[in-house]
């Protein structure tokens, strides 16, 4: 019969402390933000590190169109590739396609600019220690 292998974990410490209800309120909202248990936010924020906030399902939509954006420049680029020298000349010469291409790319600029505004929620970050 074999042996079980028991992994020993490092022993804890128990600490406790006073607040009120409204400061507990506070932390376990802070901590649920993240996703993480009141016990780890409290002990990240008592290291100096501030956990980030998950993202809004506005800020996963927008992060979401990115990606969409990002596959558009690269089906562009793509095609872009595999025409010869003459092809690009000749593309870029057509005022049709140039105004499609300006539009194009209008709206692509306006739709990163919608992105950014809807990822303007305050996400608190690491604080730098000082030297």
């Given at each position: 019969?074999?042996?079980?292998?028991?992994?020993?974990?490092?022993?804890?410490?128990?600490?406790?402390?006073?607040?009120?209800?409204?400061?507990w309120l506070q932390l376990k909202a802070l901590a649920k933000e993240c996703?993480?248990?009141?016990?780890?936010?409290?002990t990240e924020t008592g290291l100096k590190h501030h956990p980030r906030q998950?993202?809004?399902?506005?800020?996963?939509?927008?992060?979401?169109?990115?990606?969409?954006?990002?596959?558009?420049?690269?089906?562009?680029?793509?095609?872009?590739?595999?025409?010869?020298?003459?092809?690009?000349?000749?593309?870029?010469?057509?005022?049709?396609?140039?105004?499609?291409?300006?539009?194009?790319?209008?709206?692509?600029?306006?739709h990163w600019y919608s992105i950014e505004e809807n990822i303007s929620s305050?996400?608190?970050?690491?604080?730098?220690?000082?030297?």
């Amino acid at each position: 019969m074999k042996k079980k292998r028991i992994i020993k974990r490092p022993t804890t410490r128990v600490h406790s402390f006073r607040c009120t209800e409204e400061v507990w309120l506070q932390l376990k909202a802070l901590a649920k933000e993240c996703g993480i248990s009141l016990n780890r936010y409290l002990t990240e924020t008592g290291l100096k590190h501030h956990p980030r906030q998950r993202l809004t399902k506005e800020e996963v939509d927008a992060l979401n169109s990115l990606v969409y954006a990002r596959t558009d420049l690269i089906s562009i680029s793509n095609v872009l590739a595999k025409k010869t020298e003459e092809e690009k000349l000749k593309l870029f010469r057509t005022e049709k396609f140039m105004s499609w291409w300006i539009k194009a790319s209008a709206e692509l600029i306006r739709h990163w600019y919608s992105i950014e505004e809807n990822i303007s929620s305050p996400v608190l970050t690491k604080e730098r220690s000082e030297p």
